[in-house]
């Protein structure tokens, strides 16, 4: 079987679907990890409801990139326009979403190991 190779388009989308996922599913993971209450007399850091509203912006963040990046392809597919409506800008966007995503999620936790370290 003959398959052609996929766009470059393809392969960028994919893989800024791949890591907007990988990013919000460790955001989610870890930020559960830290929030739940730990065993009896164990060390563990707080995280404030402010750093909770971080995690929660940097995946929605995540979320919406992935879903517009999902709309567009529809949209290039129903048009016959696959891989056309700027797929370069369309990975910066994703790039600088996961980068945000990244810095909230850092903050949250820094701010949450300093409350813990307060607290000693």
């Not at 392809?73 to 966007?93: F, K, S, W």
């Amino acid at each position: 079987m003959n398959r052609a190779a996929p766009s470059p388009a393809a392969a960028l989308r994919a893989q800024d679907y791949a890591r907007g996922l990988l990013i919000a599913v460790i955001s989610l993971v870890a930020g559960y990890w830290i929030i739940t209450p730990p065993a009896d007399g164990a060390a563990q850091a707080r995280i404030a409801p402010g750093g909770i509203a971080m995690i929660a912006i940097g995946v929605a963040l995540q979320l919406a990139v992935i879903g517009g990046n999902w709309w567009v392809t529809r949209y290039e597919r129903a048009h016959g326009l696959q891989g056309q409506l700027a797929p370069g800008a369309r990975h910066v966007l994703q790039l600088l979403a996961d980068g945000v995503s990244v810095l909230l999620f850092a903050l949250a936790v820094f701010g949450g190991v300093i409350g813990a370290a307060g607290s000693i």
